[in-house]
Nanobody
């Protein structure tokens, strides 16, 4: 079992920045693919960004050039740096751990961007 704890959400004005963190338990973090997803009210959960164990990244078109995903394997932590935030980025952001058939989700952190 892997436990994930997100932090860093909050209220920010449009154009501002936030950095989300997700700390994972266990000793297999470094070989897992980590991802950030978000879910806005009334919408389905969607991919924001992923990072593999080798550091390859993938982003949703809507956040390319504004968000950066990174990881620190020594700290078992994945980050999401969010710049130039827009009101449409408002959502609950979830961290996901993926390794083979094992998938674990964090509890989510709220990000609200005011116009």
């Amino acid at each position: 079992q892997v436990q994930l704890v997100e932090s860093g959400g909050g209220l920010v004005q449009a154009g501002g920045s936030l950095r989300l963190s997700c700390a994972a338990s266990g000793s297999i973090f470094s070989i897992a693919t980590m991802g950030w997803y978000r879910q806005a009210p009334g919408k389905q959960r969607e991919l924001v960004a992923t990072i593999t164990s080798s550091g390859s990244t993938n982003y949703a078109d809507s956040v390319k050039g504004r968000f950066t995903i990174s990881r620190d394997n020594a700290k078992n932590t994945v980050y999401l740096q969010m710049n130039s935030l827009k009101p449409e980025d408002t959502a609950v952001y979830y961290c996901k751990f993926s390794l083979g058939i094992r998938n674990y989700w964090g509890q989510g952190t709220q990000v609200t961007v005011s116009s």
